[in-house]
């Protein structure tokens, strides 16, 4: 049985919804890179200051009982982490990019302003890039 004429979405009504569902994508790769690589509160770990730690848990595992051992091995797997993460240096400009062409329409239809856009960590930099100022 074929659907009555006139009650399925059109195509403009279509390619709309793709649209809408394209840029709540590039928000969120965007949102989640800002939350995955904002900096840190507190004094900045050095790969020499975490090559350093690295050294002196080394030094101080012959002398340590079982469960110092355990614990400055997991404090080692830690910082050999840290030190791989900060040796991987990440680019976010391509999908700030993306983020700045479709930002203001996003949050047109969403009704998303200035100041959120700032809470949830978005730069004024970035905003102003996508023509989002604080009168929107």
Do not use: C
Request: aromatic share 4%.
């Amino acid at each position: 049985m074929t659907p009555p004429k006139g009650r399925g979405l059109s195509r403009e009504h279509k390619a709309a919804m793709a649209e809408g569902r394209s840029q709540s994508r590039t928000v969120s790769r965007y949102l989640e890179a800002l939350e995955t690589h904002k900096p840190k509160r507190g004094r900045k770990r050095t790969p020499e200051s975490m090559n350093a730690k690295l050294a002196n848990i080394e030094a101080r595992m012959p002398d340590s009982s079982a469960v110092k051992r355990l614990e400055l091995i997991q404090e080692r797997i830690d910082i050999q982490r840290a030190l791989t993460a900060a040796e991987v240096a990440f680019d976010i400009s391509e999908l700030e990019g993306e983020f700045v062409g479709i930002a203001a329409a996003y949050g047109a239809s969403k009704g998303i302003t200035y100041p959120a856009w700032r809470e949830i960590g978005v730069s004024a930099a970035v905003l102003k890039r996508a023509g989002i100022s604080r009168a929107s």
